[in-house]
């Protein structure tokens, strides 16, 4: 009698896979009968039609296609349903490893009915406040360390192209806002005799007591001063390593964004989110290796660190501090567990040269896989569970990087009701994209 299979890692005990049937009906009714849908979705449109890329694409045929595209787009339905050979037509994996996202989280999913029911009043139809429905803008805030020279490092992705498929995706306009500079210093004398000392290296805990002191000083604009914050940090002397809190970053980001705001007056704002984008490292919680980003929906804010997607970083599981980066790629970020101290490898982030295009392709598409990802949170869309789809939630590195950069048809309907893009030119703006950036499996789906 054969030995029994060793069944694999499964889903949370709490998680329910979506049916077929269940999966299709998640793409909601054709055509759309929402109340808001019929109503002020229309006039929200048209408020935002001066300015979107496939809008202003679209008029170079025909001004009364380019307005009917926005309108009537939602309710084709084969611009939602995926060719077979898309990834996103088919369903998602079972778990491959315990630390899955859907081996830890037992999600709910997010119906495209269950999104409009989200953003807006069931009686009336109006827009609740959390959508923000009157915000078009999305806005970038660079945050560089002060050893960088208060720029953008060259050892982080272009911003330029981060940008501008940023702009593409959502059909919005995208600007890069000013830096925001980090501040580091040593703590004094009192500061550090009021600190306990750590000594504790288990995972993700402090190699020694942080001596330093982090400062966030925010951009002067016009009519708007700079000003410096204090941000919570945790440092290993040993490395002189650091990383920020990511909560206390958004925070802070939520305060200068009204604070931004207040400056201007509500009429000369118009902007839907700041996102701060940055490569200095982040993490969450005490226990925490790193975390790649966080956003608060209802603030509008979001920031993302690039550190952990660079294509040549190695890492330890469990140390936070202890990572160096290697002269060449192979897709996987940590150690190997034979290995857990490997020699040779370079302790300072490396400059990507134009010799290396396949790196600086990779970590261009990682990096504007994370913050679409992100992006498709503030707009209200929740992780996905019914199609392979970039709105999946990630448990690890490896399932973050596998996911896909495009939308499944079901998601692509939540953000299309939300922002109104012509899906054909949006589709074919992005195919441009690919092509000229290098992403040959993107272009090719």
């Given at each position: 009698m054969p030995p029994k299979r060793k069944s694999g890692p499964k889903f949370h005990r709490d998680f329910e896979k979506p049916t077929t049937q269940e999966r299709k009906d998640a793409l909601g009714s054709f055509?759309?009968?929402?109340?808001?849908?019929?109503?002020?979705?229309?006039?929200?449109?048209?408020?935002?039609?001066?300015?979107?890329?496939?809008?202003?694409?679209?008029?170079?045929?025909?001004?009364?296609?380019?307005?009917?595209?926005?309108?009537?787009?939602?309710?084709?339905?084969?611009?939602?349903?995926?060719?077979?050979?898309?990834?996103?037509?088919?369903?998602?994996?079972?778990?491959?490893?315990e630390l899955d996202w859907l081996a830890q989280v037992p999600e709910e999913g997010q119906t495209y009915d269950d999104y409009l029911i989200s953003m807006t009043s069931r009686t009336s139809g109006r827009f609740k406040p959390l959508?923000?429905?009157?915000?078009?803008?999305?806005?970038?805030?660079?945050?560089?360390?002060?050893?960088?020279?208060?720029?953008?490092?060259?050892?982080?992705?272009?911003?330029?192209?981060?940008?501008h498929y940023t702009r593409i995706y959502f059909d919005r306009p995208v600007h890069i806002l000013p830096s925001a500079t980090l501040e580091v210093t040593p703590c004094s004398a009192?500061?550090?005799?009021?600190?306990?000392?750590?000594?504790?290296?288990?995972?993700?805990?402090?190699?020694?007591a942080s001596k330093r002191n982090f400062n966030l000083v925010f951009p002067k604009e016009n009519g708007f001063d700079s000003y410096s914050v204090k941000i919570t940090g945790r440092a290993d002397s040993t490395s002189e390593r650091y990383q920020l809190k990511v909560d206390s970053m958004l925070d802070e980001l939520a305060a200068y964004r009204y604070a931004?705001?207040?400056?201007?007056?509500?009429?000369?704002?118009?902007?839907?989110?700041?996102?701060g984008i940055t490569m200095i490292d982040l993490y969450d919680g005490p226990s925490d290796l790193f975390c790649a980003g966080m956003a608060f929906g209802g603030d509008k804010v979001a920031v993302f660190s690039f550190a952990r997607y660079h294509p040549l970083i190695k890492m330890h599981p469990g140390k936070w501090f202890h990572y160096g980066y290697s002269d060449k790629s192979d897709g996987y970020s940590y150690y190997e567990d034979d290995d857990q101290n490997p020699k040779g490898l370079a302790q300072t982030t490396p400059t990507i040269t134009s010799s290396q295009s396949q790196i600086e392709i990779e970590f261009l598409k990682r990096s504007s896989k994370l913050i679409t990802h992100e992006l498709g949170h503030l707009y209200g869309i929740g992780h996905c569970i019914h199609n392979r789809c970039l709105m999946m939630g990630t448990g690890h590195l490896v399932e973050d990087f596998n996911a896909p950069a495009h939308l499944c048809g079901v998601c692509l309907r939540k953000l299309q009701w939300r922002t109104g893009f012509d899906v054909r030119i949006r589709y074919k703006l992005l195919t441009d994209f690919f092509q000229r950036t290098g992403m040959t499996k993107e272009q090719k789906w």
């Open positions: 055509p759309c009968q929402h109340k808001a849908t019929l109503t002020t979705r229309k006039d929200m449109l048209k408020q935002s039609m001066e300015c979107q890329p496939s809008i202003l694409e679209a008029r170079k045929e025909s001004e009364s296609i380019a307005e009917s595209c926005a309108i009537s787009d939602l309710d084709e339905r084969k611009l939602y349903i995926p060719t077979p050979r898309s990834e996103t037509s088919m369903a998602l994996p079972n778990p491959s490893d959508m923000n429905a009157k915000g078009v803008d999305i806005l970038l805030l660079p945050i560089v360390d002060q050893k960088d020279e208060d720029s953008w490092p060259n050892y982080g992705p272009s911003l330029k192209h981060l940008a009192a500061q550090q005799s009021s600190k306990k000392r750590k000594t504790n290296s288990n995972p993700g805990q402090f190699a020694m931004r705001q207040n400056s201007k007056g509500e009429n000369e704002t118009k902007e839907f989110c700041i996102m």
